[in-house]
């Protein structure tokens, strides 16, 4: 869900580790979510995507899994490269077939380390 | 096919002063969101248009703060005697319609707003 930090969550990982980034969500009525990743000074990048009626899905080098029990959302990426230092947001929206606004996550920054 | 498109990238204002941020959407795109952003913090939803209609603007400050995608040309996001809270990162994004699935909103660079 949406918190106010005045610090962003910093995880730092190897080069070549795998990453995992977390995400906690309050709205139950998402439809989808989405992993967005931004470098600094850049807009969001959409990294990959989720309908709420899935646990899993991967993507190339990335895995999203979701656990509406607990309404946790996590990103995985697999063997991280120092391309990959950026921030990385969760967002959730609502209604397919239709546009909606989504709702951001407070962001964790990734840092990869040689 | 260009991206979103925003202009400026940067902006520096004073206080009291009016500030214009302009978006063009992705090509084909008829809905544009806008979003602010404080340092270290997410997006938060403003507005949200189609042409010439304001469909949702919930996360919209009531005073100051307006917004327009006209018919023809960008949408503007339009801030009147700017306040230092008003200092942050603006970003609009663009989407299609599809009917079949949910609309992939595209994010421009953004516009960094600075009121001295």
């Known amino acids: 869900g949406e918190s106010v930090g005045l610090h962003l969550p910093t995880l730092s990982v190897q080069e070549g580790d795998n990453s995992i980034i977390n995400c906690a969500y309050s709205n139950s009525a998402s439809d989808y979510f989405i992993w967005y990743k931004q470098e600094s000074g850049k807009g969001p990048q959409f990294i990959i995507d989720i309908r709420s009626n899935m646990d899993k899905r991967q993507g190339q080098r990335v895995t999203v899994l979701l656990n509406k029990t607990v309404k946790h959302l996590s990103l995985q990426i697999a063997a991280t490269q120092p391309g990959d230092s950026a921030v990385y947001f969760c967002a959730g929206g609502t209604g397919a077939g239709t546009a909606s606004k989504l709702t951001f996550g407070t962001g964790t920054r990734l840092q990869v380390t040689l | 096919n260009a991206g979103v498109m925003q202009n400026p990238r940067h902006l520096v204002r004073r206080r009291g002063q009016e500030a214009r941020l302009r978006c063009s959407p992705m090509?084909?795109?008829?809905?544009v969101y806008w979003y602010r952003q404080l340092p270290e913090e997410g997006l938060k939803f403003m507005v949200y248009l189609q042409k010439e209609n304001i469909i949702d603007e919930s996360g919209m400050p009531k005073e100051r703060f307006s917004a327009e995608f006209p018919k023809e040309g960008p949408s503007i996001l339009r801030i009147q005697q700017v306040v230092r809270g008003d200092s942050a990162a603006y970003f609009c994004a663009s989407s299609p319609i599809r009917q079949s699935s949910y609309n992939e909103q595209f994010f421009g660079p953004g516009t960094r707003l600075t009121v001295l």
């Open positions: 090509k084909g795109h008829s809905h």
